[in-house]
């Protein structure tokens, strides 16, 4: 069996298993994006019914959810997916878009997904170079695949995914493998409190609540993975994309103005984007400033 160091000095064996391993970890993604919002549901509904000490036979019986079980199954019709039916994108194209049994139409979301799981993790190992660098970025690159389509679906953003992400980036660059680890700290920190500061302004001007405290936390994590000097980039960037986003919803989709749109998807833009060009970014941001 060839090992690492084989893989990696041979492209031709190394970019055709990362696609494998990644189209593998997207499938797995459209797992996680349908199944968490609906484990944390029941475990918010089963933590209101302890609450308000409803008796055990009075309680709504539904069926338990967890990453691994129950097997997937059709929507429409429940046949149980067979293996051979959930090989990322290729299943996908065999089965002509359909369910095998009932024929009726799969979600092209769930290839597309795959797909771009495949992509941005092949650019991501492209650019960074496939060492301890490039490999652990690969982690924060899953993260907010997942996190940004759950914001898209649920405006939900999971502690789940972000607080682990948010440790995790602080315990990498302990050993200072993306940046040291005093900007990480101060990263976390400071990710964190602008948006918790817009947030109560805007708050205490308005009375509503401009965003989630999930937004919070993910900007936190953002900083303890790239350090508290992309933090201003990535804040600038999340908001020039939403802003685009948020007018054409408004412009061409008729989308209503008090309509919430969720943010985490433009931090998680902009996170990757600073992931991939950070150097550039920061002597941008400090050309700006002439520092």
């Known amino acids: 069996m060839p090992t690492y160091d084989t893989l990696l000095s041979n492209p031709a064996y190394?970019?055709?298993?990362?696609?494998?391993?990644?189209l593998c970890i997207g499938s797995f993604l459209n797992v996680v994006i349908l199944r968490l919002p609906k484990m944390m549901e029941q475990d918010w509904r089963c933590q209101c019914e302890e609450f308000l000490e409803i008796?055990?036979?009075d309680r709504k019986p539904e069926k338990k959810f967890t990453l691994s079980s129950p097997n997937s199954t059709c929507p429409k019709c429940g046949h149980e997916i067979k293996p051979w039916e959930n090989i990322p994108v290729i299943s996908y194209l065999f089965l002509g878009g359909k369910c095998a049994s009932c024929k009726a139409p799969i979600s092209i979301r769930y290839p597309l997904i795959e797909a771009a799981t495949a992509i941005l993790s092949v650019f991501t190992v492209a650019w960074l170079g496939a060492g301890e660098k490039g490999l652990w970025a690969l982690v924060l690159v899953w993260a907010l695949i997942a996190l940004t389509v759950i914001d898209f679906d649920t405006q939900l953003l999971p502690d789940s995914i972000t607080l682990p992400?948010?440790?995790?980036?602080?315990?990498?660059?302990?050993?200072?493998?993306?940046?040291?680890?005093?900007?990480?700290?101060?990263?976390?920190?400071?990710?964190?409190?602008?948006?918790?500061?817009?947030y109560w302004l805007f708050k205490l001007v308005t009375g509503k609540e401009g965003m989630g405290h999930g937004d919070f936390k993910l900007l936190g994590a953002l900083g303890a993975w790239l350090g508290w000097q992309l933090l201003p980039a990535v804040i600038l960037l999340s908001s020039v994309v939403g802003a685009i986003i948020g007018i054409s919803l408004i412009a061409f989709r008729g989308h209503g103005r008090e309509v919430p749109i969720p943010f985490g998807p433009y931090l998680a833009i902009a996170g990757l984007l600073a992931l991939w060009f950070g150097p550039e970014l920061q002597a941008l941001w400090f050309s700006y400033l002439r520092l």
């Open 14 to 22: 190394f970019y055709p298993f990362l696609v494998f391993l990644s």
């Open 55 to 57: 008796p055990e036979g």
């Open 165 to 198: 992400l948010l440790w995790l980036g602080l315990i990498l660059n302990y050993f200072g493998v993306l940046t040291d680890f005093s900007s990480a700290f101060w990263g976390a920190i400071f990710g964190y409190l602008s948006l918790w500061s817009i």
